[in-house]
């Protein structure tokens, strides 16, 4: 992939990694919030506001899944990029689960951050959030996005869930902190570590966290207790990619999320979950890591297994009843 100089594109190794061979994460450059009473400069209104997102990406998958659980596929449009990211970085085909720039007739993602800013200097990533009134770039940070489509469209929500309730924010956030370190980004210090001793700890950290986890949903259906929040769809992006790339491309190998029988069975239960399963494209996860991450997999060869049955019954109903409506702790 590459970057940005003073809105100039620069081909390079897109993994970047500490002295000690520790892989360090690209902050995020555009922090804007769209609120529902305009108070931040960006009103909540339908059809004003575009995605730009990547199937294969977890960052991205994280605001798909909320758009498609608050129900505002109607009031945020959507674009997806091409899975194989080369030296030209994240662009726009006409591929199977692929869908163009309809916004900016953009070729490559990049473009849309020269819009956004003429002389951007970092990464060009995904999701971004477009403001197709004032031409811009609103944010490009998944955590930030996914709380604004949560709290500041309700209006045009359909009646979707409330993933962040004032009750659980505490813990929600704590689960989070947490599962970003070790598990979401985890996956990626483990794959991209340069050095035995980085890898290692990475590692290391990412099981210990797991076993964490697997002890805590062995006690309940869900992180934050008997109801789905933000801290479970913040963490399925990585599940679900968990065994099919992340245990043989990133050497995430002591245990597959199959081989948890908490996890394995959470998994499942939230793929199952109302149109969630429809946010998956496994094509463009395992064509994307495998095929672009060419300092990992030199050959480029995507592997045609694992077999991989997220609709197999699960057992989350028959060891703690349904799920807890909104409004219950």
């Not at 163009?100 to 956004?116: C, H, S």
């Not at 947490?178 to 570590?193: C, D, L, R, S």
């Not at 002591?254 to 496994?282: C, H, K, S």
């Given at each position: 992939m590459g970057r940005m100089i003073e809105g100039v594109w620069h081909k390079d190794e897109d993994h970047r990694t500490a002295s000690d061979g520790r892989f360090l994460r690209a902050t995020t450059s555009f922090r804007d919030a769209v609120t529902a009473d305009g108070s931040s400069?960006?009103?909540?209104?339908?059809?004003?506001?575009?995605?730009?997102?990547?199937?294969?990406?977890?960052?991205?998958?994280?605001?798909m899944i909320l758009r498609a659980l608050r129900r505002l596929e109607d009031a945020i449009s959507v674009s997806?990029?091409?899975?194989?990211?080369?030296?030209?970085?994240?662009?726009?085909?006409?591929?199977?689960?692929?869908?163009?720039?309809?916004?900016?007739?953009?070729?490559?993602?990049?473009?849309?951050?020269?819009?956004?800013r003429d002389d951007f200097t970092g990464r060009v990533s995904v999701p971004v959030l477009w403001d197709k009134r004032e031409k811009t770039i609103v944010n490009n940070e998944s955590a930030e996005i996914v709380r604004m489509l949560n709290t500041e469209f309700n209006e045009w929500?359909?009646?979707?869930?409330?993933?962040?309730?004032?009750?659980?924010?505490?813990?929600?956030?704590?689960?989070?902190?947490?599962?970003?370190?070790?598990?979401?980004?985890?996956?990626?210090?483990?794959?991209?570590?340069?050095?035995?001793?980085a890898y290692e700890d990475a590692f290391d950290a990412l099981f210990a966290t797991l076993d964490e986890l697997e002890a805590r949903l062995a006690s309940q259906r869900y992180l934050a207790g008997a109801r789905i929040t933000e801290a479970d769809w913040r963490l399925f992006p990585t599940l679900v990619r968990f065994d099919a790339v992340y245990v043989g491309h990133f050497k995430c190998n002591?245990?597959?999320?199959?081989?948890?029988?908490?996890?394995?069975?959470?998994?499942?239960?939230?793929?199952?979950?109302?149109?969630?399963?429809?946010?998956?494209?496994?094509?463009?996860i395992k064509g994307h890591y495998y095929a672009s991450h060419v300092s990992v997999n030199p050959t480029r060869i995507v592997p045609k297994g694992p077999e991989l049955d997220f609709m197999r019954p699960h057992d989350r109903d028959r060891r703690f009843g349904t799920p807890a409506e909104e409004g219950a702790a």
């Open positions: 400069g960006f009103r909540a209104e339908p059809g004003r506001y575009h995605l730009y997102v990547s199937h294969a990406c977890p960052w991205a998958h994280r605001t997806v990029v091409d899975p194989f990211t080369g030296d030209e970085g994240w662009h726009f085909s006409g591929g199977p689960g692929c869908i163009p720039d309809t916004v900016n007739g953009a070729r490559y993602l990049r473009e849309i951050y020269k819009l956004a929500a359909d009646g979707g869930p409330d993933l962040y309730p004032a009750a659980l924010r505490g813990e929600i956030d704590a689960i989070n902190e947490t599962i970003y370190e070790h598990v979401n980004n985890g996956v990626y210090k483990t794959g991209f570590a340069r050095s035995q001793a002591r245990r597959r999320i199959e081989d948890y029988p908490a996890l394995g069975n959470y998994l499942r239960d939230l793929y199952q979950q109302p149109g969630i399963a429809e946010t998956v494209n496994m094509a463009h």
